[in-house]
């Protein structure tokens, strides 16, 4: 099974927008991870972020392409300071690929959590439209498999 994590990509700045949507270039990012994803034919079975409109925005772009007949839903447990072990435990029981859109320092938490058992061990350097691959190794042991930074889509 793998797991992709995504950090919501770039969103306006509180002052611009207090509902904090994606930026012209977030949109733009968002965009084109999409189109790496679907030209190598990965698909997930859910989509969840976390509600709000950065997370929400991104989420729609990209599972228009890995999820094409569903859309994403929003999912308590994503929030940038909501506590890891809940959805640590969550998707362990998961059998099907999956995508969670979120924000820091959730992500970086969770992925902690996973590969190397500790919340607090920083194993991967997010940044806004950021996303990480996991595969699950055992019932309790998940890897990175491969990482994509927006950079990389230029």
């Not at 991870?33 to 972020?49: K, Y």
């Not at 990209?62 to 308590?76: H, K, N, Q, S």
């Not at 969550?90 to 190397?116: C, K, N, T, Y």
Request: glycine content about 8%; some cysteine; proline content about 7%.
């Amino acid at each position: 099974m793998r797991l992709y994590l995504v950090q919501h990509c770039e969103a306006l700045p509180k002052d611009v927008d207090p509902d904090r949507p994606l930026s012209g270039k977030g949109r733009e990012d968002a965009r084109r991870l999409a189109e790496f994803l679907g030209e190598r034919g990965i698909r997930v079975s859910r989509v969840f972020h976390s509600g709000k409109t950065r997370a929400r925005q991104t989420a729609e772009i990209i599972a228009a392409t890995v999820m094409p007949d569903e859309d994403g839903e929003a999912r308590a447990g994503l929030n940038p300071n909501d506590p890891v072990e809940p959805m640590a435990e969550r998707v362990s029981d998961w059998e099907q690929d999956a995508m969670l859109i979120g924000h820091l320092p959730f992500m970086e938490r969770f992925a902690g959590r996973l590969v190397a058992g500790a919340e607090e061990r920083s194993i991967v350097a997010f940044e806004p439209g950021s996303m990480v691959c996991l595969e699950r190794l055992d019932p309790d042991g998940w890897r990175v498999a491969w990482m994509l930074r927006p950079e990389l889509f230029s």
